[in-house]
């Protein structure tokens, strides 16, 4: 068996025991690397640590580590807050806004931006009428509009991959590019699933909706009427 068809093979094996059994990739990666290299190629240690990309890890692990701070003190949530209030009741504003957030916080090195959003984000969509698919993809195509930042995990990895290899890495022009065309997209997206319907409406009661209380379990205002007893049949006397 070649060394090519070996890799290969392994390379699906870490992912297949990454899946089953919920071993983090990068360790499964790091000793299959070795073991590869050095079993199966005959690579010196030397040689194997030459390999490891020392500076490339330290900065993405420093920007995780630093976006992990922001997560947990708050920052996060403090933008949020900031970009839903700037909504200013204007419904049809509120995909840009979750669109913006979300592209702000990946271009800062927030891998999990999306994750992050979305829960904040399709909430909100369903308690104003909004197409939730729409706002959805609102929030994935701003992450991926500020995937490619020069400050980005996304925009590291890339630059500093091509940087390695001595090929041009143009640092504004990648994340230009993923910029325009993830705008792009989203604004197609917003004007062909519903985003023309929301100009002009307002963030009032009676936009949203409710999911409990006398409108129902679905809000469609078929809850059950107060009769002012339980249990039984009130009657006068």
């Not at 990666?29 to 640590?49: I, P, Q, Y």
């Not at 091509?162 to 994340?175: I, R, Y």
């Not at 062909?192 to 006398?214: H, I, N, P, Q």
Request: aromatic share 10%; hydrophobic share 55%.
């Amino acid at each position: 068996m070649s060394v090519e068809v070996l890799t290969i093979l392994v390379l699906v094996l870490i992912f297949v025991v990454g899946t089953v059994r919920s071993v983090n990739l990068g360790v499964l990666g790091l000793a299959a690397a070795f073991a590869v290299g050095g079993l199966a190629v005959g690579m010196s240690t030397e040689d194997l640590f030459a390999g490891f990309p020392v500076d490339l890890f330290i900065a993405l692990m420093g920007l995780t580590f630093l976006f992990g701070f922001a997560q947990r003190n708050g920052t996060v949530d403090l933008l949020v807050r900031w970009g839903l209030h700037l909504v200013r009741g204007k419904v049809a504003a509120a995909p840009w806004i979750f669109f913006a957030l979300t592209g702000l916080l990946m271009s800062i090195g927030a891998i999990f931006a999306i994750a992050c959003v979305a829960p904040l984000a399709i909430p909100f969509a369903r308690r104003y009428r909004i197409d939730q698919l729409m706002m959805g993809m609102m929030v994935v195509h701003g992450g991926m509009a500020g995937a490619f930042s020069p400050l980005s995990v996304y925009g590291v990895f890339v630059n500093g991959f091509l940087e390695s290899k001595d090929l041009p890495a143009d640092h504004l022009a990648l994340f230009a590019t993923s910029f325009v065309l993830n705008t792009a997209i989203a604004l197609l997206v917003y004007l062909t699933m519903g985003g023309r319907r929301l100009f002009g409406r307002r963030e009032t009661d009676a936009d949203a909706v409710d999911d409990g209380g006398a409108d129902g379990p679905h809000g469609d205002g078929t809850g059950p009427a107060d009769t002012g007893s339980r249990g039984g049949v009130q009657t006068r006397t």
